[in-house]
């Protein structure tokens, strides 16, 4: 047994500090990348958030909704079969993947835990079959094991255990990393080697989405700040006192093994309207955190961003 002494941090820990800046208004920041993958023939190009590949965010609508902000989204797996070329980025698992059906030029690899050496080697056989097509797979949550995924064959590495707002596994579990920290320590790995990382969880408002970038993402996953959409393509539910709202649950929600538990919950969300309201707030906020900063881009946000932690306790008062 070994006790890591050093104090690990989740993004309410901490506030960017603001700095001197010549940014003269947020509409002069630039929030599009253009990355060159580690193996991919192709490149990363786009707003760098994606739509998790959750029930009721990773659907065909939220793709197409998503794409008029040049984001992109990772269908569920029932999404994924169902999914039109050009439309979102299909799920791959373990027990689906085909070496012989056509997949785009992305494909996210997803389980919930990335460590095992059943995962890595289907990380590798995809690879060998997907030469040039960008692969995310995840998850996981230290340098240990983005190393791993990225020796495999992973251009992008999606990193997070237990951040969501649906996720049990640290509770059910006590399995886990705080996730600003699991950011910075995986992206520094991710970077050494040429690749990069999603951030995946963790995040409730647009500031959260912009501590990500400014730990050093190099693009950020949404499921929780998503969900309750029009988009999410699921029947309403009705609360006497609260008006309409949709479900949503984490992954890992339904169990029908007697060998393992459920490690998500299931919420009741507010009906939101349209996505596009909620995107354009994400990316408002954004672009304000860069020019506080005084960052034109992301890339210089996260050069420029400095953290400072807070006192978690005072600033609740103050919600």
Not at 68 to 78: C, E, G, R, W
Not at 106 to 133: H, M, P, Q, W
Not at 155 to 177: A, F
Not at 196 to 224: E, N, R, S, W, Y
Request: charged content about 20%; some cysteine.
């Amino acid at each position: 047994m070994k006790i890591i002494e050093d104090t690990k941090l989740d993004y309410d820990d901490v506030l960017i500090v603001p700095r001197y800046s010549e940014i003269k208004s947020r509409k002069d920041v630039s929030l599009a990348v253009d990355y060159k993958l580690k193996y991919a023939l192709w490149r990363y190009t786009g707003t760098p958030i994606l739509a998790a590949n959750m029930e009721g965010v990773g659907t065909v609508s939220m793709a197409l909704a998503l794409n008029k902000f040049n984001m992109d989204t990772v269908l569920t797996k029932k999404a994924s079969i169902e999914m039109r070329p050009g439309i979102g980025i299909p799920t791959i698992s373990m027990q689906t993947f085909n070496p012989n059906k056509e997949y785009g030029d992305i494909v996210c690899l997803d389980v919930a835990n990335g460590y095992t050496s059943d995962f890595i080697s289907f990380v590798k056989e995809v690879r060998s079959y997907l030469a040039n097509t960008i692969i995310i797979a995840g998850n996981v949550a230290t340098p240990e094991g983005v190393m791993h995924l990225v020796e495999a064959g992973a251009d992008v590495v999606k990193v997070g255990i237990g951040p969501g707002s649906v996720c049990t596994t640290r509770l059910k579990t006590g399995v886990g990393y705080p996730q600003l920290s699991a950011v910075m320590e995986c992206a520094r790995q991710a970077h050494v080697m040429g690749a990069h990382i999603v951030a995946d969880g963790g995040c409730k408002t647009p500031g959260d989405v912009a501590k990500a970038f400014a730990a050093g993402a190099d693009l950020v996953m949404l499921g929780g700040m998503l969900a309750g959409h029009y988009e999410s393509e699921q029947e309403m539910v009705y609360e006497s006192a609260s008006g309409s709202g949709i479900e949503f649950h984490g992954s890992a929600y339904n169990n029908n093994e007697d060998y393992k538990t459920a490690e998500g919950k299931s919420v009741y969300v507010p009906y939101r309207g349209p996505v596009e309201n909620t995107i354009k707030d994400i990316l408002g906020g954004l672009r304000s955190a860069c020019s506080y900063v005084g960052a034109s881009n992301l890339l210089e946000l996260r050069e420029k961003a400095q953290f400072v932690k807070v006192n978690r306790t005072h600033n609740k008062v103050f919600e």
